[in-house]
């Protein structure tokens, strides 16, 4: 099993849209989770952390249920420029050295 | 905010040669940084965590004298890819841990695209 798994997309909107992408986490005992965004050919860039009591960015949201393992991203009133991919990342452990451990990404596009 | 950069950002090369990639923190002192490779619709996969002043710890299945990193300075680690094939070319990015006022960030370098002939 995958240390993070998303889910495959890719999604394909129209603009106005809301969106929400899910992703699962093996490690029970993880602390620290993100939302990354990554455009073609280009590195990742922090989109937002997630927190216990779920946290919200202007049109983003995001929420983390521990007992799950499960950690979810909806956009609302999605954008042209919202097209990326979408990486779920958790930290590791202290004994792992609290390196980022990546999902595979989710693809969106946001059509006209 | 903080910066970290990467050169050269693409390099095209011939199946046996070198190639060396840097990775700079720009305005903060990084101890550790890490490499990742990502292949085409793929995630980034990580290979290897530098430490300044010690051995760079490797993940499982990455080869240590084919990757050779070196974390000279708190701001420069370099990853030579030696011996070049095919399959090696990639898309490697690096990132810098700031762990200043507390709180740990990861800034990620812009990426060396690798394309080996």
């Known amino acids: 099993r995958k240390e993070v798994e998303q889910d495959p997309g890719p999604f394909n909107v129209p603009e106005g849209a809301t969106v929400a992408f899910n992703c699962t986490y093996s490690?029970?005992?993880?602390?620290?989770f993100f939302w990354y965004r990554q455009d073609c050919r280009k590195e990742p860039k922090l989109l937002m952390s997630v927190y216990s009591s779920g946290n919200e960015d202007g049109r983003f949201t995001a929420q983390l249920n521990r007992a799950s393992q499960y950690i979810s991203l909806l956009i609302r009133d999605s954008k042209l420029s919202d097209s990326a991919t979408y990486l779920c990342v958790v930290r590791g452990l202290y004994n792992q050295g609290g390196k980022l451990i990546f999902g595979q990404g989710t693809e969106l596009s946001v059509k006209p | 905010g903080a910066v970290v950069s990467q050169h050269p950002s693409r390099v095209i090369c011939k199946s046996g040669t070198s190639v060396k990639i840097e990775c700079r923190s720009l305005d903060f002192q990084a101890t550790t940084m890490f490499w990742y490779r990502q292949f085409p619709k793929q995630s980034l996969m990580l290979m290897a965590t530098?430490?300044?002043?010690?051995?760079?710890?490797?993940e499982q299945g990455v080869e240590k004298d084919k990757f050779l990193i070196n974390h000279a300075s708190l701001t420069l680690s370099t990853l030579t890819v030696t011996s070049a094939h095919p399959e090696d070319s990639s898309f490697y990015i690096c990132?810098?841990?700031?762990?200043?006022?507390?709180?740990?960030?990861?800034?990620f370098g812009p990426g060396t695209r690798l394309l080996v002939l």
């Open positions: 530098s430490n300044e002043g010690s051995k760079a710890t490797y």
């Open positions: 990132s810098a841990r700031d762990l200043e006022l507390g709180r740990e960030t990861q800034y």
């Open positions: 490690n029970s005992a993880s602390q620290s």
